[in-house]
């Protein structure tokens, strides 16, 4: 088994396209090394399988987020965020008649 993969070789045990490999190089999200004056690109597959469960947690994340109920009363959304409400123009003290 060979140690270092070129990204076409990389793309197929990933089983993503020479972009996605290329992409996550440029974006420094995949561990690799630069050869020949920074033209051929060479990857391991430990660093890729670390690529890619670091993906793969990420998708957990994204397919399972936190859901948290509004309170519309008691400023109870406020407190829990540490956020304020802010009126739109819309439907501010000016649009009621309020100065």
């Known amino acids: 088994m060979k ?3 070129n990204v076409a070789e990389g793309a197929e045990y990933a089983g993503v396209s020479r972009d996605t490999i290329y ?3 440029e974006r420094r999200e995949l561990r690799h090394a630069r050869v020949a004056g920074r033209r051929a690109i060479r990857l391991k597959r430990e660093w890729i399988d670390a690529w890619l469960e670091q993906h793969a947690q990420g998708a957990l994340l994204v ?3 936190i859901v948290t109920p509004c309170v519309a009363s ?3 959304l406020e407190r829990a965020t540490g956020t304020r409400a ?3 123009p819309a439907s501010g003290p000016a649009s009621r008649g309020r100065s």
Do not use: I
């Open 23 to 25: 992409t996550a190089c």
């Open 63 to 65: 397919a399972s987020p």
């Open 74 to 76: 008691g400023g109870a």
């Open 3 to 5: 140690t270092w993969l």
């Open 86 to 88: 802010v009126d739109s």
